[in-house]
């Protein structure tokens, strides 16, 4: 067979000059794959270089490649060969794939600040009510909580309150809510009415200047635990001090402002209260349509030549017959004649010297046949004898501001109690004054009562400007320092065994309860006269609270 003419009668395809046959059919799959439809070899044209017709052809398949798509793998032995993958079936290195084992999982790359991994997102909470917002009928005191509710009127808030203070010791459910009493005007003035043995009675003076003053004698009812009232005009002038006689139920003295050609006089008088409200008989604070009584005064006592009158103090043990004032810098004693209905200055002494000397309270010591008293001025406190009315001791800078209160105590002779400014309450012995034996400093603002309980003189009560009222145990320097006195003769064997291993027990004193009840400054707090159990605090917005002594501390003691 004849061979061709180099370059006549061979076909040419775009991928260069002429190749063997053999590779006709896989440049013509490569271009119907590469272009979606075969192209058939351009026709010969005339005799050229066969490189310039390649290299056209070449340009031209290169203008018709579409963009994107990939390009067949290069590397070491895939040179050459073309990728003929078919969509839809897995190709061998996928099936490979497929058959061999996953490689482990590498560890993911330490956090910042150590190889804890990330904790899971957090989910977004739940959107809720916003809570409400705490005020001042939630109070957080010092070993319990209180709940206090303002009473509106005298009707209203007699049994409101909530969990009382807790004694130190141990929370109990057992011990009663206080019981609050409501006045219409401001207050600074509580007694108790001494003489009343059998009733729990308390008297609570009000200061207005608007209107007619009153005197609100509340009767505690203890078994249903309710509040009883009646009301008395006192239309002088507002109410800063009030005694009762321990003698006489019905009578007492007031020290009240008095205005006279422009001028504001502090004045006292002796009061006698109705027949029927020394009974008892008494109304219901609900009841709208109590008629208001008023006073039947017996006597002024004159402080003319004297001042401001301070406060009235009454014989603690005799007949309700002597009573002394404290006006300014003077000691005023006065016998009461004709059933109280005159006054007669007895005898007096006046305060000479420098600084302040007018007084700021009094007491009267129930010690000593009820010959002593002891004053405070500024920030000295004295004792005196009221048989000669002179001096018989002084303490000096008793506290580093203004002395507020003083008290004996009932059960321990020579033994005196003081609060003032300086947010301290102090006990002194009174032999010797150089320095107290006890100090209190639990308050955060001025102190203005100090009160001893009359049967367990380790009870000590305070009020004070920050609106608590804190009950202490002062067992240390009490009559009973070593727990509850009993017989011998009355205990067995293993009885005084065990008085003696309880005697043996480390004594401490302690504050037993915090009273936050009041929202104002509590002036006043005084014992019950006839439950010492109980006692009443009385704040400067009319709010009367009556509480009682822990149940555990009550138990402690008796037991």
Request: hydrophobic share 30%.
């Amino acid at each position: 067979m004849r061979p061709a003419a180099q370059g006549a009668d061979r076909p040419r395809c775009s991928h260069g000059p002429a190749g063997p046959a053999t590779a006709r059919p896989a440049v013509r799959a490569c271009l119907q794959r590469r272009r979606g439809a075969p192209q058939p070899c351009p026709p010969r044209g005339p005799a050229g270089p066969a490189a310039g017709v390649g290299a056209a052809s070449t340009n031209r398949l290169r203008q018709h490649r579409p963009r994107g798509r990939r390009r067949p793998p290069s590397g070491p032995g895939s040179q050459g060969r073309l990728n003929t993958h078919t969509p839809g079936r897995p190709s061998a290195s996928s099936r490979a794939a497929q058959a061999a084992p996953a490689p482990p999982a590498l560890p993911s790359p330490p956090r910042r600040g150590g190889d804890t991994p990330a904790p899971p997102p957090r989910r977004a909470p739940l959107p809720t009510a916003p809570a409400p917002r705490a005020g001042r009928a939630g109070v957080r005191v010092r070993e319990g909580t209180s709940r206090k509710r303002r009473a509106t009127g005298s009707a209203e808030g007699q049994k409101a309150g909530g969990q009382r203070g807790v004694p130190c010791c141990e929370t109990t459910m057992e011990d009663d809510a206080p019981v609050i009493y409501g006045l219409e005007f401001q207050a600074r003035a509580l007694t108790p009415q001494t003489a009343e043995t059998d009733a729990i009675r308390f008297l609570v003076g009000t200061q207005s200047l608007r209107y007619d003053n009153q005197i609100h004698i509340i009767d505690f009812d203890d078994e249903n635990n309710i509040i009883n009232k009646n009301v008395l005009l006192h239309q002088v002038g507002e109410i800063w001090h009030i005694s009762t006689s321990p003698a006489d139920k019905g009578v007492l003295a007031t020290c009240y402002n008095k205005t006279s050609d422009s001028k504001v006089m502090t004045c006292a008088a002796v009061w006698r209260m109705p027949k029927e409200l020394e009974s008892g008989s008494h109304e219901s604070p609900d009841d709208s349509s109590s008629n208001t009584q008023t006073l039947e005064l017996l006597c002024h006592l004159d402080n003319t030549a004297h001042g401001n009158m301070a406060c009235v103090m009454w014989e603690p043990m005799g007949d309700g017959k002597k009573i002394i004032s404290l006006a300014d810098n003077n000691i005023l004693l006065w016998d009461l004649q004709e059933s109280s209905a005159k006054a007669v200055l007895s005898s007096s002494v006046a305060l000479e010297g420098k600084g302040q000397l007018k007084f700021t309270s009094g007491r009267w010591s129930p010690h000593h046949n009820c010959t002593q008293i002891a004053t405070a001025n500024d920030t000295i406190i004295r004792g005196w004898d009221t048989r000669s009315m002179r001096q018989i001791y002084c303490i000096e800078n008793a506290h580093g501001q203004l002395v507020r209160d003083l008290d004996f105590n009932p059960n321990k002779q020579y033994y005196l109690a003081s609060c003032g400014d300086d947010c301290k309450v102090k006990f002194w012995d009174t032999r010797n004054v150089t320095e107290p034996v006890k100090t209190l400093e639990e308050h955060s603002h001025w102190v203005w009562n100090v009160r001893y309980n009359h049967s367990h003189d380790q009870l000590i009560l305070t009020g004070s400007s920050d609106s608590r009222v804190i009950l202490s145990n002062m067992v240390s320097i009490s009559s009973e320092p070593f727990g509850h006195m009993v017989d011998d003769d009355e205990l067995s064997d293993q009885e005084d065994q065990h008085q003696e291993e309880k005697i043996k027990e480390p004594l401490q004193d302690s504050v037993i309860a915090t009273y936050e009840e009041h929202e104002d400054s509590v002036y006043a707090v005084e014992w019950s006269s006839a439950d010492p159990w109980l006692f009443a605090s009385l704040s400067y917005d009319g709010r009367l609270v009556i509480n009682r002594v822990p149940r555990a501390l009550k138990y402690h003691i008796l037991l």
